[in-house]
Every structure is written in structure tokens, then in C-alpha cells.
């Protein structure tokens, strides 16, 4: 897999081993800022790792609910700065698309700097009528279990620097479809959504998404606003996370590795009926 541009830096360090001390070069993943506006308003900034803007930005815009169809998207581009090398501002114009911007600046940064109420987020899942995932959809453990290690063999970024997360999608045959990286696990599953938005294949009603870090209340409130029926995680969900998947129906598991993985939600699309009777 191709290394987006600028998702890598190098840098010169001193590496000891077994009492010797040499300088060595080594990559670090990028991380820079990007700020999401519409039209001239900012909207948010998150901290990125570069690559795959637009469909960050188009990920985001539709998973936290401000667009609802990609043709609501008239335009995604980069804005140049004056003096930067790079662009860390993109501009999106929207049509038929209903948003107030000050209540929404005002409650990305109240959920960014000092967490909110569950009760109150899983309420605001509620107002925005997500429905629970395609519940006829079934994928075998076997296969399931096949997964990390594909991840992990197209994680070019990680690959040379060992510090970025992923969000893979794989089709109901264990092929995979999109990889994202990025140093935020919410940007990654953005850009998986983003890349699905803009190709056309929302609703992802037959699909998987395997993180690389754990499930928290972010990733599945943007699996199911994808309509994904099964997330996986090689780590472990928050509470809040499971409380979420149990009420509108996602398969969540958690502890994906090797031959085992923990079923938080939603057995029935991966456990055959009547194994844990």
C-alpha cells in the first residue's frame, strides 16, 4: 500500500542497545492539524496525520450528522495558506444542507475538552434516527479471525513507524476494500466512511470495520451512522460503547486476536445459535 504524502516525517535519533549508543534516522508518523470549514465559517480542527483529506472531512460531515447524502456535497478543496507548504485548512460546500455553525463549533469543542454525559450522547444518537444495521448479515469466526493480520500487512504508514491506528473495511467475504491510517482512531474510521461516501456505497449494510485500537462510543456511533453491521476491535470497548451497539443492534467484539475475540453485541452475526447454550 502507498504512503500518503507528508503521513511520514524523518528524523535523526540516538538509539542504545546493549551498551552501545549509535545515531540513527527514523520516520515518525506526521501529525499536523486540520481545520474543516463550510464555506468561510470554521467548523471544527482535529489533529491528523496527512492524507486523504477529503475524505476526512467528508466522514466527519456525515457521521456526526450535518449531511445525510454525498450529493449534499458541492465541492471538498484545500485552502492554501500563505507561507505553508502544505494545506492543514479544507473548504466544503454544501447544498440542501440545513446546519447552525455556532451549535455545532460549540458542542465538537465541549466533546473534545471535557468529555460529555453519556446519557445525553446516546440520546443525541437517538434524535438523529439512526437505525440498527442489516440484521440478516453473518460472517464466520474463521473468517473473522483472518482479518487483523491483513490489516496489519497493508499498514504502510505503521509499517515504518509504529504509531498509528487503522480502520480496515472488508467485504461479507473477508476481502478487503479501503485502509485508512491515521494517529486518531476516529479520523481513520472518517476516512473509511469518507472514501464509501464519495464512491457511492453507502448504506455499508454488508461490510465489516476492524480497528487497530479499542472500540470506544465514537467508533460506533460512525459505524452505525454507516449502517455497518459488524465492528471489530483488537483491543476492548468502553462501557458507554456497548451500551450503545446492545440498543440499536451492532455486533461489536472486541479482542480480536489470533483464534479468540470476546462478543460484546450482537452475537448472532458471528456465533452460530445454540454454541453457548
Given at each position: 500500500m502507498r504512503t500518503p504524502e507528508r503521513s511520514?516525517?524523518?528524523?535523526?535519533?540516538?538509539?542504545?542497545?546493549?551498551?552501545?549508543?549509535?545515531?540513527?534516522?527514523?520516520?515518525?508518523?506526521?501529525?499536523?492539524?486540520?481545520?474543516?470549514?463550510?464555506?468561510?465559517?470554521?467548523?471544527?480542527?482535529?489533529?491528523?496525520?496527512?492524507?486523504?483529506?477529503?475524505?476526512?472531512?467528508?466522514?466527519?460531515?456525515?457521521?456526526?450528522?450535518?449531511?445525510?447524502?454525498?450529493?449534499?456535497?458541492?465541492e471538498i478543496c484545500p485552502v492554501r495558506l500563505k507561507g505553508s507548504p502544505g494545506s492543514n485548512v479544507v473548504r466544503v460546500e454544501l447544498r440542501n444542507a440545513d446546519f447552525n455553525a455556532e451549535d455545532l463549533q460549540r458542542n465538537f469543542f465541549a466533546a473534545s475538552s471535557c468529555g460529555?454525559?453519556?446519557?445525553?450522547?446516546?440520546e443525541a444518537i437517538r434524535r438523529r434516527g439512526l437505525r440498527g444495521p442489516n440484521p440478516d448479515f453473518h460472517i464466520a469466526p474463521e473468517l473473522l479471525c483472518q482479518l487483523p493480520e491483513i490489516l496489519l500487512s497493508e499498514q504502510?504508514?505503521?509499517?515504518?513507524?509504529?504509531?498509528?491506528?487503522?480502520?480496515?473495511?472488508?467485504?461479507?467475504?473477508?476481502?478487503?476494500?479501503a485502509l485508512r491510517e491515521d494517529i486518531g482512531r476516529h479520523n481513520a474510521v472518517d476516512k473509511i466512511v469518507g472514501?464509501?461516501?464519495?464512491?457511492?456505497?453507502?448504506?455499508?449494510?454488508?461490510?465489516?470495520?476492524?480497528?487497530?485500537?479499542r472500540g470506544g462510543f465514537e467508533i460506533v456511533q460512525k459505524a452505525l451512522a454507516a449502517g455497518i453491521p459488524v465492528l471489530a476491535s483488537v483491543s476492548a470497548p468502553s462501557s458507554l460503547a456497548v451500551k450503545l451497539a446492545r440498543e440499536l443492534g451492532l455486533t461489536l467484539v472486541g479482542f480480536l486476536r489470533g483464534r479468540r475475540f470476546v462478543v460484546y453485541s450482537g452475537q448472532y452475526r458471528c456465533i452460530s445459535a445454540g454454541v453457548c447454550e
Amino acid at each position: 500500500m502507498r504512503t500518503p504524502e507528508r503521513s511520514v516525517e524523518l528524523t535523526q535519533v540516538t538509539e542504545w542497545e546493549d551498551g552501545n549508543a549509535r545515531t540513527v534516522q527514523d520516520s515518525l508518523a506526521a501529525e499536523e492539524p486540520l481545520e474543516i470549514r463550510i464555506g468561510d465559517t470554521p467548523l471544527t480542527v482535529t489533529m491528523r496525520t496527512p492524507g486523504h483529506d477529503h475524505e476526512l472531512a467528508a466522514g466527519f460531515l456525515f457521521t456526526e450528522g450535518i449531511i445525510e447524502f454525498a450529493d449534499q456535497i458541492a465541492e471538498i478543496c484545500p485552502v492554501r495558506l500563505k507561507g505553508s507548504p502544505g494545506s492543514n485548512v479544507v473548504r466544503v460546500e454544501l447544498r440542501n444542507a440545513d446546519f447552525n455553525a455556532e451549535d455545532l463549533q460549540r458542542n465538537f469543542f465541549a466533546a473534545s475538552s471535557c468529555g460529555i454525559c453519556g446519557k445525553a450522547s446516546i440520546e443525541a444518537i437517538r434524535r438523529r434516527g439512526l437505525r440498527g444495521p442489516n440484521p440478516d448479515f453473518h460472517i464466520a469466526p474463521e473468517l473473522l479471525c483472518q482479518l487483523p493480520e491483513i490489516l496489519l500487512s497493508e499498514q504502510a504508514v505503521f509499517s515504518r513507524t509504529g504509531g498509528l491506528h487503522a480502520a480496515a473495511l472488508f467485504d461479507t467475504d473477508g476481502k478487503l476494500l479501503a485502509l485508512r491510517e491515521d494517529i486518531g482512531r476516529h479520523n481513520a474510521v472518517d476516512k473509511i466512511v469518507g472514501w464509501a461516501l464519495l464512491e457511492g456505497h453507502i448504506p455499508l449494510s454488508s461490510h465489516v470495520l476492524l480497528v487497530s485500537g479499542r472500540g470506544g462510543f465514537e467508533i460506533v456511533q460512525k459505524a452505525l451512522a454507516a449502517g455497518i453491521p459488524v465492528l471489530a476491535s483488537v483491543s476492548a470497548p468502553s462501557s458507554l460503547a456497548v451500551k450503545l451497539a446492545r440498543e440499536l443492534g451492532l455486533t461489536l467484539v472486541g479482542f480480536l486476536r489470533g483464534r479468540r475475540f470476546v462478543v460484546y453485541s450482537g452475537q448472532y452475526r458471528c456465533i452460530s445459535a445454540g454454541v453457548c447454550e
